[in-house]
């Protein structure tokens, strides 16, 4: 059953010329993972800057569990927090002093505070690097104590800005781990990325945006599916005085596509046949009647994929 909690119906915010996000809409589901993937300079953080009501769009709605997020953002902005993409490091400033100044700005005082940072710090697993130097952390810690500065009084809907960028393989499995965390505790997250492998695994759908546009939104199931209908390509090596006619010959034929002689005379061709065995029997006839010395398959990963939808966009 459909419950979004977060409703974005025409969004337009224009930098003078240039058309930052360009009239989206979309709506996120109450406990989803989504990944909001973009090359640098798509809009990505324009749009979560205006979905954490940060900032004012020049036109169009954000609603926010029934509550118009741009006529009333005091209403809303206890419950969203945000993950921006950069730190300032205070120098002299320890990890417990940065995670209390914003739980003061939140509003909490006494106990209740004194609780609600060790919570974060322990959720984000941190607690024992509370007298540490914030400036004297490394970029993994550093991520977690912005993810624990986000998670000060319990927002339900998250927004993160390129959490996973810079992050070395075992910190973005920690990292992974902590959305699954949250995740499990019903959260609703919008995390950005420009790269989509990146996110691919710990969402739920993906939006995938292009100069201030939504350019396609669907789960990492249907983008695979998207590429089985693409085809696979395949990198065929025939003899060199062959290649003219290899290449001819998979022009004539109905189940191969944008067969193409590559620098290395090598030709690349994408094969449209149902299954391995009709491919396997094509290129049996194809051997039969040129002097071929190799074939290998490739399938196109989830980036290629979003580069070609980005493609086909233009
Ligand atoms: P990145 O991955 O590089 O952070 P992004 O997808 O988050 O990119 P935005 O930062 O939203 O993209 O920028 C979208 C466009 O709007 C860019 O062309 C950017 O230069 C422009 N832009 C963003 N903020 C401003 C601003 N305050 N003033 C002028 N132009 C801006």
Redesign the pocket.
Known sequence: MSDPILKVKGLV?H??Q????DGISFELERGQVVGFI????????????LLTTL?LPDSGEVEYDGIDATEYPEKVKSRIGWMP?GFDPVDGTTVQDYVDFFARAYGLTGQQRVEEVARVLEFCGITELKNRYINKLSKGQTQRLSLARMLIGNPDFLVM??PAAGLDPQARLEFKQLVRSLREKGKTMLI???ILSELAEMCDSLIL?SQ?RIIHRGTREELEALQQQEGITYTIRPLTDCVQGVHAWLQAQKGWKNAVIMPDNSISAVCLLPDNAAVARSIQELCREHLVLEVTRYRRNLEETFVNILHNQR
Not at 18 to 21: F, L, S
């Open positions: 915010r930098f003078g240039v058309k930052a996000v973009g090359a640098n300079g798509a809009g990505k953080t324009t749009t979560m800057r900032d993409d800005d390129e950005s990325s420009h945006m201030g």
